[in-house]
């Protein structure tokens, strides 16, 4: 039930402020249900935007966060390869003095086979760990891209949201625009 807001002045007998607030309703047409409509358009459009503009703040603080992730990821398999590098080199080292305790030439073809399988075994741990920090990067870098995704179309969602929210209030609010 819509009452008007100039009759709730006019039949209180309110002063002359009153009814002139009363005849500037009038003069509009606005009634209390209509400016109650209005404001919960309004509170309906607002929140829609926030929401989806909260949405995609949260997903941008998270592409961030996965970006130091990166960065500290990079840094702990670079210093994982470099001390497998090293732990390969120490090994490679006390059996070159090994062989040479036991009388054995460094130039034999047992001491240089020795040699050679101990580096491709120090290459392939290398490659490994460095295979296995790119994967990380990869799946890092997916769900940046996915983090992006969701925040960008919760940015669009909000304001379609918004949009349906005005579009829908709009003919109970304002009739003479079906007109």
């Not at 949260?58 to 390869?81: F, S």
């Not at 090293?86 to 130039?107: E, M």
Request: proline share 2%; net charge negative.
């Amino acid at each position: 039930m819509c009452i008007p807001i100039a009759g709730l002045g006019l039949a209180a007998g309110a002063g002359a402020t009153a009814a002139t607030g009363a005849t500037a309703a009038a003069t509009t047409g606005l009634s209390f249900g209509t400016i109650l409509q209005t404001v919960g358009a309004v509170v309906g459009v607002v929140g829609a935007l926030n929401q989806g503009t909260a949405e995609y703040e949260a997903a941008t603080t998270q592409v961030a966060d996965i970006d130091r992730q990166k960065t500290l990821e990079a840094q702990l398999n670079a210093t994982e390869e470099q001390r497998t590098v090293q732990q390969f080199q120490s090994q490679i080292a006390q059996q070159r003095a090994d062989l040479v305790a036991r009388g054995v030439s460094l130039d034999s073809p047992t001491a240089v086979y020795l040699g050679q399988t101990a580096a491709r075994e120090m290459v392939f741990e290398a490659q490994s760990i460095r295979q296995g920090g790119f994967a990380t990067q990869e799946e890092l870098t997916s769900q940046q891209r996915a983090l992006r995704a969701h925040g960008q179309n919760a940015l669009i969602r909000g304001r379609t949201s918004a949009a349906g929210t005005l579009l829908t209030a709009a003919p109970k609010i304002w009739p003479e625009l079906l007109a």
